[in-house]
């Protein structure tokens, strides 16, 4: 009886935990920035899968890492002005960075590898053609054109099987998140210190 008591306490301990973590900001501001990433980047891809445009799916991709990039920043000031009492230090602002940033990655990853492995053939299918089709129509002549085509048949023959690991897809896009993602947070950090934002003690 004891032990099943003691268990139950543990269970209502991890579940106040978890429960914390998840309504923590910088993961709450994570979970949102994965939102728009996902809205931005995997909905122009499945609309391009079925047909639609592609410049449209790049120009919403670079807005939804724009905004993205947003919601980092309002993350990091949210957790100096409610939960700092106005003051943050450097490490503080980075973790909270770093934080939102790998929050917003790891679930953009696995978004991206469920796309890539369900939909990926014909994606690739779709950017190959596009490729092929970009390249016959920004050629000089027939022979400027079939002279890149080798190349890029080269080139894709080389790294074909890369591009059909969704892993790697996913990969990709993980490192360029997380990569702005802090390059955002330590320059947020030094605006936010030229502004004369006091520091307090490291946590």
């Known amino acids: 009886m004891a032990r099943a008591v003691r268990f139950s306490n543990l269970q209502r301990e991890f579940y106040s935990i978890l429960v914390y973590r998840m309504n923590n900001s910088p993961l709450r501001y994570g979970r949102w920035g994965s939102i728009v990433l996902l ?4 909905g122009p891809s499945i609309l391009w899968v079925e047909g639609s445009d ?17 919601v ?31 929050s917003a990655g790891i679930l953009f990853f696995f978004f991206n590898w469920a796309f890539f492995e369900i939909r990926g053939d014909d994606w690739l299918k779709r950017y190959y053609d596009h490729q092929v089709e970009t390249i016959r129509s920004g050629a000089s002549s ?9 190349v890029f048949e ?7 099987e890369l591009y059909k690991n969704s892993a790697f897809q996913a990969g990709v896009m993980f490192f360029t998140l997380v990569t702005v993602g802090f390059l955002v947070s330590f320059i947020d950090d030094l605006l936010l210190r030229r502004s004369g934002a006091p520091e307090s003690a490291s946590s």
């Open 39 to 42: 809205i931005s980047f995997l």
């Open 54 to 70: 592609l410049p449209i799916g790049e120009y919403m991709g670079y807005a939804g890492m724009f905004v993205s990039m947003v």
């Open 72 to 102: 980092l920043v309002l993350g990091i000031i949210k957790k100096r002005s409610r939960e700092l009492g106005g003051k943050i230090n450097f490490r503080q602002a980075f973790n909270t960075g770093a934080t939102i940033t790998l």
């Open 142 to 150: 027939p022979e400027d054109a079939a002279s890149k085509l080798e």
């Open 154 to 160: 080269a080139e894709w023959k080389k790294s074909g």
